[in-house]
């Protein structure tokens, strides 16, 4: 029996989903965040990175491509979470840019460019 070859093996490139580029990326959390503010932060990146981008990014599995749907889903269930979260503060957390913000300036990004979501939202406009 013979073997196929593939070639060199060449390591995987990083990316946000890599250990090291995670372990990287939690370095920039602020060293006196208590566990609570560290806990916020978590579900922050989960929402965003897993729902969120599921959700808006057109090479996404569940990509959601009907504008009215898109729409509705993140005029009631995105955009006053995030509101809310972020109230009449500059960021997400506190008084201090973070990772959090990173997490859900990306986010935000990806409703504005792929459907123009943030224009009835003034507070994530201004965000």
Known sequence: RGSISLGPRTPPQPTLSTHSMRRRLEELLPPGWAVHERTEHARLKHWCLEVLDSRLLPSASSYLSGSKEV??????????????QLGASLFMHGDAFTLSDVYVGWALVAAHLHHRLLAPHDVLRRY
């Open 71 to 84: 729409r509705t889903w993140f005029d009631t269930a995105v955009a006053p979470h995030l509101s809310a």
